[in-house]
């Protein structure tokens, strides 16, 4: 009896083995010093360690997220900092300095750790669709190998759990096992029965506390589950429709499934003090799946090959790829061309249906289906403005992702199919040729894998983890010794990046984005930059505006409590004009080839320079040439203004007049004949925009200078994104660029260019042409117009909306 024992346990027992052996293979050196590493210490990556490690260790709020966005910080669900083990740690880390000196190395080991896991799920998951023991090993180890998962460790890392869909859907079958087998024992065994029913009872539970986790680990991941296990549990309920005693079942599995969804948007809700966010993100659209992100290869050994056959014009979307390997595809493949000629012939096949006994299986096919036609965006593509009707639907940037539900469901399918072809070929006694092909498929489907995990591994141990100070240079450390934490309120970047509402935003340099995160990771000290998602739109208008002008007023300095000085953090990134105002305005602390810090007080960043920039102006007067309404600091300099007074306007920036239009497609506001602009001068443009409603600038709303070649018959174009603009006044923003035309004999055209479903209203003014190094004037009263700028001799606050 226990040689029996032993023996089925044999399988699982080498599947551990195997899976062990394969991690420690590849990862056995994060495993053994997961201290040691950042997977990544570039964009997303950086922020999410920083976000998840700076909430452990500094965070005095176990729902605000004060690292970044100061004065406002942020609401640590929007941060992408796996919230419920960041708020674990932090917990345990006040009794055990051990979770918040090492919290990067938990982090790392947990996300390798579910690697394991995956293997494990798989296994039993595969049994659940009575695939024998050994081909259950074969296929959850091809499961776990080609999980598209992996490549989240690159930076998403919250994502990065493959175990997660898996899991749910064990737990989904396993609650519906149960079910069926309480339904047919209430007769036989009424003890048995209730022993079912409260095992059933805490499966559900178990399925409830499973998906919440999820969702407090990535909201995309919980929605991602119960978008496919509802899909699954609805074409379950319609098939089962006349099962009235089994109506009840079906209404705890789903209030187990959509509880989850609402207690996360009431926690969220209720807890978020940050308010604005934008209901109108970019990327519906932008990271769709399409079939051949399912069914080609992107990685050696197979994708060389087509890309020589194709001649590499196969472009496939990396947020949306979940390729199922070479067999499964062929296996698909097979079927489809199967089912069209037995649709030709009008013909049903006997031995074609055999491959679709298994109705939890089918059932699985036909959800994780429904899940992927959403991953395609189908039909909200098909259908122009089907997706302004759903607006929830418009969160979803990255909708590409929704294809991991059919990844692992058509692996199980293929394993199902391969079972039965492997039985039928030793039936007719080919035993040999079957075992040949099951073993050509396991190595052709782990060789496919293998070349995943060698690149996900050499990328992965690339960075140090600079949260530890013994990896930090001398010449950091003596940055970091040269200042008292306690003496400033903030870190303010240069140059100044930001990432956050869509709205509003600066540019981002990995090198200053990481040197800043590190100094305020080990200082303790708040920046006032920002790298997150959908951060409150007001507050991201409110941080920008720091780089604007000083003779403009900022509504931040009223958010700001504290007197104490900004640190301001120099690296050797190129800054702007504006940004080099600010440094103007600095202090040196420490200065050095890696990194520079300096003092900046409050009073100084917010002192406001209208009056003297007019008195300085009347001193210059003399030295100024008139050049036609304008004074110009060189003569004979060409100078284009346009104030759109004959155009009537709901918003004018100066005046009455304005263009009022929308922002979709492509809008033109100048147009200029050859022979205008000089070849080998450089000008810049600037216009102001009204953004005091929702989404006015947002959207990858883009500002062209086009030059047409007429005689060639091509377009050569200048793009400034808008929602980048340095100057904010009020509730206009200018936006400014440089060009340079590459033959005066062009003509020129001064335009816009939003996506064609945006639906806005757009309030421009003021469109001016200068030559760069030429300063422009106009005194009108107490109002000076320089270089389309406006200065009030009395500064004023400015109402926002």
């Not at 930090?472 to 003596?478: A, E, W």
């Not at 004979?636 to 922002?663: A, C, L, M, P, W």
Request: glycine share 4%.
């Amino acid at each position: 009896m226990l040689r029996i024992s032993y023996k089925n346990k044999i399988p699982f027992l080498s599947l551990i083995l195997f899976s062990l052996i394969f991690i420690f293979s590849f990862y056995g050196d994060i495993i053994l010093n997961p201290d040691s590493y950042f997977f990544s210490n570039e964009g997303d990556a950086i922020k999410n360690y920083f976000t998840y490690a700076y909430h452990i260790k500094h965070d005095t709020s176990y729902l605000n997220f004060s690292g970044m966005n100061y004065p406002y910080g942020e609401h640590f669900m929007y941060t992408d900092c796996h919230p419920v083990l960041a708020n674990l740690f932090k917990f345990l880390s006040a009794k055990f300095d051990f979770f918040s000196d090492h919290s990067i190395g938990i982090l790392n080991f947990i996300m390798l750790f579910s690697i394991f896991l995956t293997f494990v799920v798989s296994y039993f998951l595969l049994l659940q669709f009575k695939i024998s023991k050994w081909f259950s090993v074969l296929f959850a180890i091809i499961i776990t190998i080609l999980a598209p998962q992996i490549f989240r460790l690159g930076g998403h890392f919250a994502l990065s759990y493959s175990v997660a869909i898996p899991f749910s859907w064990l737990l989904f079958l396993k609650i519906q096992t149960l079910n069926e087998t309480k339904q047919h024992t209430i007769i036989v065994d009424n003890n048995r029965f209730y022993k079912l029913k409260k095992s059933n009872n805490v499966f559900l539970l178990l399925m409830f506390i499973n998906i919440l986790f999820w969702f407090f680990i990535h909201a995309y991941l919980g929605l991602i589950i119960v978008f496919f296990l509802l899909s699954l549990h609805t074409i379950n309920l319609i098939k089962d429709r006349e099962n009235r005693s089994r109506r009840n079942f079906y209404f705890k599995q789903f209030a187990v499934l959509i509880l989850p969804i609402i207690l996360f948007y009431l926690f969220t809700s209720y807890t978020d003090s940050h308010t604005g966010r934008t209901i109108n993100p970019s990327g519906f659209f932008l990271y769709n799946a399409e079939f051949d992100d399912i069914f080609l290869p992107h990685h050696p050994p197979i994708r060389p090959i087509l890309d020589s056959l194709t001649g590499g014009i196969i472009d496939l979307e990396w947020e949306a790829w979940s390729y199922v390997g070479f067999t499964t595809t062929l296996i698909f493949a097979t079927f489809l061309i199967w089912r069209i000629i037995q649709l030709i012939k009008r013909k049903k096949s006997a031995t074609y249906n055999l491959y679709f006994q298994n109705h939890k299986l089918n059932n699985a096919l036909i959800a994780s289906s429904i899940v992927l036609l959403f991953a395609m965006a189908i039909p909200f593509k098909q259908i122009e403005g089907l997706i302004n009707l759903l607006p929830i639907l418009k969160q979803f940037r990255g909708t590409g992702r929704f294809t991991w539900p059919f990844y692992f469901v058509a692996i199980v399918f293929s394993a199902s199919v391969i079972q039965d072809l492997y039985f039928r070929l030793v039936s007719k006694k080919r035993k040999l040729f079957a075992i040949s092909l099951i073993i050509s498929i396991g190595l052709l489907n782990v060789l496919e894998g293998l070349s995943y995990h060698i690149g996900t591994y050499l990328h992965i141990i690339q960075s140090e983890n600079n949260f530890k100070k013994s990896t930090l240079s001398p010449t950091f450390k003596d940055a970091l010794n040269s200042i008292h934490s306690s003496d400033y309120q903030a870190i303010i970047a240069l140059p100044f990046y930001y990432q956050g509402s869509e709205s509003y935003s600066r540019p981002r340099n990995n090198e200053t984005v990481l040197k800043t995160i590190n100094f305020s990771y080990h200082t303790g000290i708040p920046l006032v930059n920002a790298n997150l998602t959908r951060t409150s739109i007001q507050e991201s208008k409110n941080i920008i505006q720091l780089v604007s002008p000083d003779f403009y007023f900022k509504s931040i300095q009223e958010d700001l409590k504290s007197e104490k000085p900004f640190l301001v953090i120099r690296t050797k990134d190129p800054i702007t004009a504006y940004e080099s105002e600010i440094f103007k305005k600095c202090k040196v602390i420490f200065e050095s080839n890696e990194i520079s810090i300096y003092s900046l007080t409050k009073a100084d960043l917010f002192k406001n320079s209208a009056k003297q920039r007019i008195a300085n102006y009347k001193l210059q007067l003399p030295n100024l040439f008139l050049n036609g309404e304008f004074y110009t600091s060189i003569d004979s300099s060409y100078v284009f203004y346009n104030g759109f007074e004959d155009r009537k306007t709901k918003h004018s920036f100066r005046g009455y007049g304005g263009i009022q239009t929308i922002k979709k497609g492509k809008n033109t506001f100048a147009e200029f004949s050859p022979n205008t602009f000089e070849e080998g001068k450089k000008y810049q443009v600037s216009l102001w925009m009204y953004n005091g409603i929702p989404d006015a600038l947002n959207n990858w709303f883009r500002f062209f200078i086009e030059e047409y070649n007429e005689t060639a018959d091509k377009w050569t174009s200048t793009e400034i994104l808008i929602e980048q603009s340095e100057v904010i006044y009020g509730n206009w923003s200018l936006i400014e660029g440089e060009f340079e035309v590459k033959k005066s004999t062009n003509k020129i055209y001064i335009a816009t260019k939003g996506k064609d479903d945006s639906r806005e209203p757009l309030f421009v003014d003021d469109l001016f042409i200068r030559e760069v190094g030429v300063d422009v004037y106009k005194l009108n009263g107490n109002s000076l117009f320089y270089n389309n700028h406006e200065i009030k001799g009395k500064s004023k606050k400015v109402k926002v909306i």
